[in-house]
């Protein structure tokens, strides 16, 4: 099956400054590629998202990567504000099944990103 | 702005006791997961649901837990009996094409 690893596992950023957050997958696969922002007792929420056949896509202060030579991708904050502190998670989808819809993700473990005043 | 809905958001019991949580997905969203979240485990995959019909369980241990899904606007997820190392949060999620939004959680406590 896939697995996902995600680095780092913290990240501490001053307000205003840009975080990175970078994960791996293993299978080749794997085709599409969702990040979610989960906050304290909260939901998993999507943030962004990319196929395979894309190399980068960027929605307003957030963009992801995805290099599937190296079979990794990253998520990208510029301008980070505190209400960007929250734990987030990269994902892979492997395509298991024909008929259309979305398939099981894999999750990396996670990176609570802390955004310093 | 609709959303996925799961009962109960939160559940203590004993353990041995059954346990069923529910789950309403996103009106026209055709496949429908179950995940659990632990610290130890992080997010985990452990069965999936689509047009209504089973397509994954393998993430399930399959001696106590078990998933159904009785109609379009209902998914559940059962344990029987349920053990201390349940204890976690039970995510339903929906989803069409790629994408898949979570709901609130179940809160699941085995004493």
Redesign the interface.
């Known amino acids: 099956g896939e697995n996902v690893e995600q680095h780092p596992s913290t990240l501490s950023v001053q307000e205003g400054d840009s975080a990175v957050i970078k994960c791996t997958y293993s299978d080749s696969a794997s085709n599409?590629f969702?990040w979610?922002k989960q906050e304290l007792g909260?939901?998993?929420?999507?943030i962004i998202?990319i196929?395979s056949n894309v190399g980068e896509k960027k929605d307003q202060r957030i963009a992801v990567t995805l290099n599937k030579t190296a079979k990794h991708f990253s998520l990208h904050i510029t301008e980070t504000q505190p209400e960007d502190s929250a734990v987030y998670?990269c994902?892979a989808?492997l395509p298991?099944?024909s008929?259309?819809?979305?398939?099981?993700?894999?999750?990396?473990?996670?990176t609570h990103l802390i955004i310093q005043p | 702005d609709a959303r996925v809905t799961q009962t109960p958001r939160h559940k203590v019991t004993e353990m041995g006791q059954e346990v069923t949580m529910r789950c309403q997905p996103i009106l026209g969203h055709n496949t429908v997961f179950w995940y659990r979240q632990t610290m130890m485990q992080g997010l985990e995959l452990l069965a999936y649901f689509r047009n209504r019909a089973p397509l994954d369980d393998s993430g399930m241990p399959k001696d106590r837990f078990s998933a159904e899904m009785p109609d379009a606007t209902l998914a559940t997820l059962k344990i029987q009996p349920s053990e201390p190392r349940d204890s976690a949060v039970y995510f339903c999620a929906s989803g069409r094409a790629n994408e898949q939004f979570f709901g609130p959680g179940t809160r699941l406590t085995v004493l």
């Open positions: 599409y969702p979610y909260k939901r998993p929420q999507l998202d196929r998670f994902a989808s298991m099944y008929g259309g819809g979305a398939d099981g993700l894999t999750f990396g473990k996670g």
